[in-house]
């Protein structure tokens, strides 16, 4: 996880900030400038040349997160390492069988529209089955049931457990963006 240090903070206007940030992690860090338009939408700019684009071009950057709590999980997660790209998004589930049992598995979904942890599990969630279940062979996913099926104990139903940034590669062919729309809601009992 990254400790984000503070170094400036210019108010453009009462409403309007660029913070500069320094984000450091072991021995490696980088420099981040976060433009704040009025508390509701933050902008993330890696470098000074993509910060002066946006005010001289309206070149939207590549990360712009609608909340604070958001664009902190997003920057104690940012990869420190030269060079641009989105973080992916890792899926975690669990199957869970008659005895309590669990298999715990994930799938990591590239992320180029840069869609939040939270963004994505509210997309997500209104496609469970009582907000939480799931079959994966639905939704094309892998099932996590590593042993032979016992019809005493076992079921087809996956839970969902939360969506996270990740810089690991991609394991779906699919974009998460396109993974939450194709999907369909599960039948409920």
Known sequence: MNQL????TE?????????????????????VYVY???GTQFRVFE????LIRFFELGKEPLYSFDSEEDLDEFLEQ???????????LKLNYRYRDG????QFGWVIFANPNSLSPREASEKLKKKLIYSEY???QDWDLPKLQNHSYDPEIDHEWHEFESFEWTDEEVMDKREISSFLHEIQKGYEI
């Open 78 to 88: 940012l990869p420190l390492k030269e060079g641009k790209r989105p973080l992916n």
């Open 99 to 102: 005895a309590n049992y669990k």
């Open 11 to 31: 108010y453009l206007t009462p409403s309007r900030t660029l913070e500069i940030l320094n984000l450091v992690r072991f021995e490696k860090s980088k420099q």
């Open 5 to 8: 240090i503070p170094i400036a």
């Open 134 to 136: 799931f079959v994966p």
């Open 36 to 38: 704040n338009y009025e």
């Open 47 to 50: 470098s000074l040349v993509d």
